[in-house]
C-alpha cells in the first residue's frame, strides 16, 4: 500500500497518514501510522508557566482516536488510558509531535502507542522525547455499541516486540480489574 500525505482538519496540526485500509487486505502496523503536530501558545500554560499536561493528555488522545478510527474504518473512542510518562516539560514556542500506532487489535479494542516529542519552531534542533502514552481504543458503530476490527498483522521485528508488549499490557490491565473485582467481594 502505497503512503500518501492528506490534510486534514484536526485541530491546528496537520496529519501524515495512510487512508483507513478496506477489508480486502491485512493491515500491518505501519499501515496505521499518524503523525500531529502543533505549536504550544501562552493559552496552553499551567501555573508555573510550561504546557499543561492535560493538554499534551488531549493531543495525544485525537492522535490516537485518529490512527484507531482510520484502522477500524469508523469512529473509535477511548477506552483507557494505561500510562502516560512524562519525561520532560513543554514550553511556549514548542513544536509538539505525537507519533502514534497500533500496536494491537482485538475483536473490537485496539492498543494504540504514542510517542511524543518537541523541537522548538525557530530552531533545528534534535527532537526531545517528552512523553509516552498507551492507549485502549474501542471501535463504535452508529449507536455508539463496540463493532468488529480486523486483524493486526505485525511483520517487522519492531511490529511484533510492540504487539508483544501491547499483550501484555492486555494482560495486567484484566488481571488488575479481576483482582479488584476479587478485593470488592470480599468486602
Not at 81 to 90: G, H, I, N, T
Request: charged share 25%; aromatic share 4%.
Amino acid at each position: 500500500m502505497a503512503d500518501q500525505l492528506q490534510e486534514a482538519p484536526v485541530g491546528a496540526g496537520m496529519v501524515d497518514a495512510v487512508n483507513a485500509p478496506t477489508d480486502d487486505f491485512e493491515t500491518a502496523p505501519r499501515d496505521t501510522r499518524l503523525t500531529l503536530a502543533h505549536i504550544m501558545s501562552a493559552h496552553d500554560t499551567n501555573l508555573l508557566g510550561t504546557v499543561h499536561g492535560g493538554v499534551i493528555m488531549k493531543f495525544v488522545d485525537d492522535a490516537a482516536g485518529t490512527a484507531a478510527a482510520r484502522y477500524s474504518g469508523g469512529p473509535a473512542v477511548t477506552a483507557s488510558m494505561d500510562e502516560m510518562l512524562f519525561l520532560a516539560p513543554v514550553r511556549v514556542g514548542d513544536v509538539v509531535t505525537v507519533k502514534a500506532q497500533v500496536n494491537w487489535a482485538g475483536r473490537t479494542s485496539m492498543e494504540v502507542g504514542c510517542r511524543v516529542e518537541t523541537t522548538r519552531w525557530d530552531d533545528l534542533s534534535d527532537p526531545v522525547h517528552v512523553a509516552t502514552a498507551y492507549l485502549v481504543m474501542v471501535a463504535v458503530d452508529g449507536e455508539g455499541k463496540p463493532r468488529g476490527v480486523r486483524e493486526l498483522q505485525p511483520r517487522t521485528r519492531e511490529e511484533q516486540r510492540r504487539f508483544r508488549e501491547a499483550t501484555i499490557r492486555r494482560e495486567h490491565r484484566l488481571a488488575r480489574r479481576e483482582a479488584i473485582l476479587r478485593s470488592r467481594e470480599q468486602g
